[in-house]
């Protein structure tokens, strides 16, 4: 893990660009003339094989148990290749695949032989928990087009994994996606044994009434002193398309059609109390009883509809921790909610995040529409939003701005594949309500020259109509209008990596349906990285280093930012990975120039079977936001997962932070995050989750002139939640649970709760 400074800091003076930008440009073209010119392929063409898909009437028990006669007909593929850390050499231990599919669905086996089962690690799991474990599963391109595709994995004792996958520039995996089907595994005395059952209508595939072809490959990850992972195809690391190497299944020509219909309807059942004043007596919440309903329509293979009503979006468990201390740009969360998730990669854009569902709070309805026919990939969503909320960006921070009142909510995205591997797409989106107004348009892409170089390109344009409220609140013009550029350039090859990026971004440009944070700069980054690997006999399996030098401006030429930074990385015995090194970086603030110089590293590993353990650490000279000052910052992070047995887990973490000024101490922060789970079986949890900040600051120090604005000597906050739930599949659950929180300041002796909430939630899934 590598954690980049992103703060970036305002420019008081409007001076004319000079002479340095305009060299700062020239600096970015001749580069990427430079790379485009050096650009060959040195990448050998990979050898497929052709398998055809057995097909078989026949219906399996999902149980880990081969004892159906249809497994001795099944197609048959064998994980003959160590990819990593080996690079291609043959696996150390035999994995064996098999499937058929049934007209209804994909069916897998896998038999993962163990000359030592007694080693095989693994534990009863939630959903997408089970990489410490023993693992193996199936990745398919369904298209063809060695774009995209799916991911299914099952530790030995049947806990599930699913994951998009976008191969357009390197292996980007999404597991936020949840698919129904059917897993079981069993250790035996060889190893273990794992079956799927991967209905179709979980998949999106052309619509043919003919013989289809998939790209697929079988993955089995190995943990031990040595993290290893087998395959059924031999990587060239040269390469950067994975899809491309798979092996090739043909078939499926007997898939029934069928409605492919979802219908899931929930009711949530909650009381919040709370206390006005702390301390002082409780205020009993009234009873909230939500009913809602999600549709899901497979119109075709490759094209469904969603509509939701009345949707319940509260969020089960709580999200992970971040300290927000010395910090002036907002917090990014991550999307987890059902209706938003399915189909959300379809109005991904190449180089901006301009769709961040999270931004539509509180809809009643929604309804989205997403499908790829042939090369053309598009979808489509709208919604209202009774709680409008987006960011408002700058070059040295960024706000929220809060509207009281509903607006509405429109996506559109469209995207055309050409040629093997490059792509172009028009994204379309709009927010508005009686008083507000936010369009954005966007084309972005990528453009292959070679097995080896690449290209990723984004322009985009903005106009923002807002309210009196925002112009008071952010200082800014009723009407808003700005654009976007960005340009990112890769030559990788299987030892070395080269890169340059230029994004440049006008100070009235937004994208309030998305997560753009940062606007009023224009940046040049150039990097890159080399590796060596090792063999099996060598103490590292791998090292080597990476680095990158950027500058940034903003749009009057007032330059912000120059960082250079260089760091090695190591990875060897209990699967340890390790990086270290150093920042140097002059940054604009408030009038005044700084010199940060900063040491970091990062180093994780497993010294025993069920216990990971990682640690961050950054050190050196600080800039405090708060009173225009250079410190001294310290900042150590721990990060503690244990599997105490198949049934017990514990995650634990820790982030410490102080800021000294001179020989004074600014602030001392501490952030807490413990999650205790019991997993009774593969269905049912009991989990508890304990958060708990604590910054506390010398006031004194802070320069504010009115002593009312500044900050609380104590500032401590806290949460509890206690959760049991059941889930029969990624949509059908129960969930009862308890949460409470409170806080301490300077007017509080000791912690007090101010808030707790008990909630009830069911969903069921019905397939028609």
Same mark, same amino acid.
């Given at each position: ?14 001076? +004319? ?31 497929? #094989? ?14 880990? &148990? ?54 095989? $690690?693994?534990?009863?799991?939630? $959903? ?57 595994? %069993? ?47 031999? !990587? ?43 301390? /002082? ?14 549709? $899901? ?20 468990? +709580? ?25 959300? !990669? ?24 997403? /499908? ?40 559109? %995205? ?35 020259? !070679?097995?080896?170089?690449? &290209? ?9 109509d807002n309210p009196t409220q925002v112009q ?15 340009? %990112? ?20 440009? $937004? ?5 753009? !944070? ?52 190591i990875q060897g015995p209990m699967q340890l ?44 000279? #600080? &800039?405090?936001? +708060? ?43 501490? #952030? ?38 500044r900050p609380h000597d104590t500032n401590r ?24 929180? /409170? ?26």
């Amino acid at each position: 893990m590598f954690v980049k400074n992103n703060n970036k800091s305002p420019d008081k003076n409007n001076n +004319a660009k000079n002479d340095q930008l305009h060299s700062f440009n020239k600096t970015l073209v001749s580069c990427l003339a430079l790379f485009s010119f050096s650009a060959t392929s040195i990448a050998a063409e990979s050898i497929k #094989q052709n398998y055809a898909l057995t097909y078989q009437e026949e219906k399996i028990t999902v149980d880990g &148990i081969m004892d159906e006669d249809v497994w001795k007909e099944a197609t048959k593929m064998v994980l003959k290749y160590e990819n990593n850390p080996g690079d291609g050499v043959d696996a150390t231990v035999s994995t064996e695949m098999y499937f058929y599919e049934n007209g209804e669905s994909l069916n897998v086996a896998i038999i993962a032989y163990d000359p030592n089962p007694e080693l095989i $690690r693994a534990s009863l799991r939630d $959903r997408d928990a089970l990489w410490s474990d023993d693992n193996v599963g199936i990745v398919i391109d369904t298209f063809n087009d060695q774009r995209s595709g799916y991911e299914f994995f099952v530790n030995p004792l049947g806990a599930q994994a699913d994951m998009r996958m976008d191969d357009t520039n390197g292996w980007d995996e999404d597991s936020s996606w949840d698919a129904i089907w059917a897993s079981a595994g %069993r250790i035996t005395d060889i190893g273990y044994i794992v079956e799927m059952s991967i209905p179709f209508t979980a998949l999106r595939f052309p619509q043919t009434d003919g013989t289809l072809t998939w790209n697929v490959a079988g993955l089995r990850n190995y943990p031990r002193d040595v993290r290893k992972q087998m395959a059924t195809y031999k !990587s060239d690391r040269n390469i950067k398309c994975n899809l491309c190497q798979f092996d090739q299944l043909a078939g499926f020509a007997s898939i029934k059609t069928s409605n492919n219909f979802q219908l899931t309807p929930t009711l949530t059942i909650s009381r919040k109390d709370e206390k006005p004043n702390v301390p /002082g007596e409780w205020q009993d919440g009234d009873t909230d009883v939500d009913p809602g309903l999600d549709i $899901r329509w497979g119109i075709t293979q490759d094209m469904v509809l969603n509509v939701t009503v009345n949707p319940d979006f509260s969020q089960v468990e +709580a999200d992970s921790g971040q300290l927000d201390v010395n910090n002036t740009y907002s917090l990014f969360y991550p999307e987890k909610r059902p209706f938003f998730l399915d189909g959300a !990669s379809y109005f991904d854009t190449s180089n901006f995040n301009f769709v961040h569902t999270r931004n539509i709070a509180e809809p009643d309805v929604g309804i989205k529409l997403t /499908g790829k026919t042939d090369q053309h990939s598009y979808g489509l969503m709208v919604a209202n939003d009774k709680n409008t909320s987006f960011l408002m960006p700058g070059n040295s921070g960024s706000g929220i701005a809060t509207l009281n009142e509903e607006s509405d909510v429109a996506i559109a %995205r469209y995207k055309i594949d050409v040629g093997e591997r490059n792509d172009i797409g028009v994204l379309v989106t709009n927010r508005e309500s009686s008083h507000y107004n936010n369009t954005l348009v966007s084309v972005d892409g990528n453009y292959w020259f !070679s097995q080896a170089d690449s &290209i990723r390109y984004q322009i985009a344009r903005s106009e923002s109509d807002n309210p009196t409220q925002v112009q008071e609140d952010f200082g800014v013009a009723k009407e808003q209008q700005g654009n976007a550029y960005s340009l %990112r350039y890769s030559h990788q090859t299987r030892d070395y990596r080269l890169k340059a990026d230029y994004t440049n971004v006008d100070e009235n440009f $937004r994208a309030d349906l998305g997560f753009q !944070s940062q606007a009023n700069y224009e940046k040049l980054v150039l990097g890159g990285n080399r590796t060596w690997y090792g063999t099996e006999d060598d103490l590292l399996t791998e090292w080597g280093y990476f680095g990158d030098w950027d500058k940034t401006y903003d749009q009057d030429g007032k330059m912000l930012e120059q960082e250079y930074e260089l760091f090695g990385e190591i990875q060897g015995p209990m699967q340890l990975y390790g990086n270290f090194g150093f920042t140097h970086r002059e940054k604009f603030h408030d009038g005044e120039y700084f010199y940060e110089n900063q040491i970091r590293s990062y180093f994780r590993f497993t010294p025993i079977s069920g216990l990971k353990l990682q640690f961050f650490t950054r050190m050196g000279k #600080q &800039i405090d936001y +708060a009173n225009t000052q250079l410190g001294d910052v310290f900042n150590f992070e721990t990060t503690v997962t244990w599997d105490a047995n198949k049934h017990i887990n514990l995650d634990f973490s820790h982030n410490y932070s102080q800021l000294d000024i001179g020989s004074k101490r600014l602030f001392t922060a501490n #952030q807490y995050d413990v999650r205790l789970g019991y997993q009774f079986n593969m269905r049912s949890i009991l989990k508890l989750v304990v958060q708990y900040t604590d910054i506390d600051r010398d006031a004194g120090m802070y320069s504010y002139e009115d002593i009312e604005d500044r900050p609380h000597d104590t500032n401590r906050r806290f949460s509890t939640q206690l959760i049991y739930s059941y889930k029969i599949n990624a949509q059908t659950l129960f969930f009862v649970g308890y949460s409470d929180g /409170g806080f301490q300041d300077d007017n509080l002796n000791e912690l007090e709760r101010d808030q707790r909430t008990i909630f009830t939630k069911f969903s069921y899934a019905w397939l028609l």
